[in-house]
Antibody, heavy 121, light 107 residues
Framework: QVQLVESGGGLVKPGGSLTLSCAAS????????MSWIRQAPGKGLEWVSY????????YYADSVKGRFTMSRDNAKNSLYLQMNSLRVEDTAVYYC??????????????WGQGTTVSVSS | DIQMTQSPSTLSASVGDGVTITCRAS??????LAWYQQKPGKAPKLLIH???SLQSGVPSRFSGSGSGTEFTLTISSLQPDDFATYYC?????????FGQGTKVEIK
């Protein structure tokens, strides 16, 4: 079935960097907008960024703008989140999610299992 | 930014009960609203998109309504599998924002 699998999470010190990856399978990856969502321990969901199907449009939450970079490689069916200057408050489970259409005007209909990022000294 | 406010934060109900969760937007979002269900340790699951469109595979006891600034998610007859946390999310404008969540607990 349609699947998203995240990887790359881990423990990093404040100020450090990490790159998350999300591998997509069993759907035409290049047809869909994609997004990253995070959830801090015991907290609600927070949208982080989204990218258009071609990669030409990318938007970020203010909390990560200038520190995080989202990208995609449609040839490899993969999504990435480069995270720099990490802060303690970036600690969360990070989910990649498919926006259910070729536009941003749909809910996120497929989610990965999540990868945990912990920022601590 | 558009603020999304859900009520109640917690809801206690019994199997078979009908329940309604409300989500209010701080400004009009037309019908660009989704509802998700999340169980502990799991990824969210899309239930409703465009305020009232049932996502494929979701049981018909779930329904959504509303437009503009006020929206509701209704579960017509709670089943044991429905005890979870529910989130609304607007995708009318950037940044996308979620409500704080409503936890549906067993009474």
């Amino acid at each position: 079935q349609v699947q998203l699998v995240e990887s790359g999470g881990g423990l990093v010190k404040p100020g450090g960097s990490l790159t998350l990856s999300c591998a997509a399978s069993r759907f035409i990856f290049s047809d869909y907008y994609m997004s990253w969502i995070r959830q801090a321990p015991g907290k609600g969901l927070e949208w982080v960024s989204y990218i258009s199907s071609s990669g030409s449009m990318i938007y970020y939450a203010d909390s990560v703008k200038g520190r995080f970079t989202m990208s995609r490689d449609n040839a490899k069916n993969s999504l990435y989140l480069q995270m720099n200057s990490l802060r303690v408050e970036d600690t969360a489970v990070y989910y990649c999610a498919r926006v259910g259409s070729s536009s941003p005007y749909y809910g996120m209909d497929v989610w990965g299992q999540g990868t945990t990022v912990s920022v601590s000294s | 930014d558009i603020q999304m406010t859900q009520s109640p934060s917690t809801l206690s109900a019994s199997v078979g009960d009908g329940v309604t969760i409300t989500c209010r937007a701080s400004q009009s979002i037309s019908s660009w609203l989704a509802w998700y269900q999340q169980k502990p340790g799991k990824a969210p699951k899309l239930l409703i998109h465009k305020a009232s469109s049932l996502q494929s595979g979701v049981p018909s006891r779930f329904s959504g309504s509303g437009s503009g600034t006020e929206f509701t998610l209704t579960i017509s007859s709670l089943q044991p599998d429905d005890f979870a946390t529910y989130y609304c999310q607007q995708y009318n404008s950037i940044p996308w924002t979620f409500g704080q969540g409503t936890k549906v607990e067993i009474k």
